[in-house]
C-alpha cells in the first residue's frame, strides 16, 4: 500500500488548502483513512477521518473548518481546509487502516499559515 499526499504549502491566515491523499489499491481495503499533523515540538494528532462507510471525525480544533471526503472511483481522501489559522501549521500525514487493522502512513506534507 502507497499513500501519496499532495496540496501543501504556504497560505496566509484565514486562506484555504486542499490537501489530498491517493492510495494504491481498493479504498474498501481500508477500514479507514484519515489525516493527522505534526507541528515543531509536539505529538502527532488526529485532525479527520473517514470510514468506508462514510462516517467522518473531526478534531475540536478543526470542526466547522475542515471537511474530509473521498473519492471512491480515484481512491483519493481529500482534505478541505478553510480559515486556517497559524496554529494550524505542521507536517500533515494521511493514515490508512487496513482491514487486516496494519495502519499505513504517507510522507507528510508541509502546511504553513502565516499571519
Known amino acids: 500500500v502507497q499513500l501519496v499526499e499532495s496540496g501543501g504549502g504556504l497560505v496566509q491566515a484565514g486562506g484555504s488548502l486542499r490537501l489530498s491523499c491517493a492510495a494504491s489499491g481498493s479504498i474498501f481495503s481500508f477500514t479507514a483513512m484519515g489525516w493527522y499533523r505534526q507541528a515543531p515540538g509536539k505529538q502527532r494528532e488526529l485532525v479527520a477521518t473517514?470510514?468506508?462507510?462514510?462516517?467522518?471525525n473531526y478534531a475540536d480544533s478543526v470542526k466547522g473548518r475542515f471537511t474530509i471526503s473521498r473519492d471512491n472511483a480515484k481512491i483519493t481522501v481529500y482534505l478541505q481546509m478553510n480559515s486556517l489559522k497559524p496554529e494550524d501549521t505542521a507536517v500533515y500525514y494521511c493514515?490508512?487502516?487496513?482491514?487486516?487493522?496494519?495502519?499505513?502512513w504517507g510522507q507528510g506534507t508541509q502546511v504553513t499559515v502565516s499571519s
Open positions: 493514515n490508512a487502516i487496513s482491514v487486516f487493522a496494519t495502519n499505513y
Open positions: 473517514i470510514t468506508s462507510g462514510g462516517s467522518t
